[in-house]
């Protein structure tokens, strides 16, 4: 099947600090990415919806200011995760998609000291 | 989307067939029934969809009733990799765009014992 990758896979940073996540869909050119986070034990939460080369659509409650998104080419969307805090450590999951179908990535484990 | 309703958690001797059942009573007549799954601290991994029929591949089978009120997705011989949470979502068909969200809810956690 088709392939997502997010790179980091795992990041630890120091409080206030920003930290970027790569979403890329490898062998399919994807029109929409999704970035969704999950908190221990939790199910996954849609943070944002991107379309390539337009403004993310944000969730209620997920501030866009904090979160930015970045969707620039068919296969690569980034999250930018600002001034983090230790209670923005969470899993963060990317989802690729194009009209035949979508996939997850592996997904990036955040800790913010 | 409709709303889903799964057991917190099932287990499952290994080599017999996992049986996890769906409850979605407010399914929409163009709501498809979607499984995913998520093995421990991966991203979700697509299973299988239907809309009225019953559907086989080579992961599972999905049994929906005749009023798509419910549906069980059907592990024939569960190993101990199939140890995972399992979702099922419903989401409104559309036209061919890929602009539909996935709402997951809490899912069953499957283990499957040796």
């Known amino acids: 099947g088709a392939v997502v990758s997010q790179h980091p896979s795992r990041v630890i940073c120091k409080s206030g600090t920003s930290v970027k996540i790569e979403c890329r869909s490898l062998?399919?050119?994807?029109?929409?990415m999704f970035w969704y986070r999950q908190f221990p034990k939790q199910s996954l939460m849609l943070m944002a919806t991107?379309?390539?080369?337009?403004?993310?659509?944000?969730e209620q409650g997920v501030e866009k200011d904090k979160f930015l998104i970045n969707h620039a080419s068919l296969t690569l969307s980034t999250l930018t995760v600002t001034s983090a805090h230790p209670e923005d450590s969470s899993f963060y999951i990317c989802?690729?998609?194009?009209?035949?179908?979508?996939?997850f990535g592996p997904g990036t484990r955040l800790t913010v000291l | 989307d409709a709303k889903t309703t799964q057991p917190t958690s099932m287990d499952c001797a290994e080599g017999r067939a996992a049986n996890l059942p769906c409850n979605h009573s407010t399914i929409s007549g163009n709501e498809y029934v979607y499984w995913y799954r998520q093995i421990h601290s991966q991203g979700p991994q697509y299973i299988i969809h239907?809309?009225?029929n019953n559907e086989t591949n080579e992961m599972a089978s999905l049994i929906i009733t005749e009023d798509r009120k419910s549906s069980t997705l059907i592990l024939p011989h569960a190993t101990l990799r199939d140890t995972a949470v399992y979702y099922c979502i419903v989401r409104v068909a559309s036209s061919g765009g890929s602009n539909y969200k996935l709402t997951f809810g809490k899912g069953t956690l499957l283990t499957v014992n040796p």
């Open positions: 989802s690729a998609r194009n009209v035949r179908g979508g996939f």
């Open positions: 062998d399919f050119q994807a029109t929409t």
């Open positions: 991107s379309n390539e080369g337009s403004k993310a659509t944000y």
């Open positions: 239907g809309l009225k």
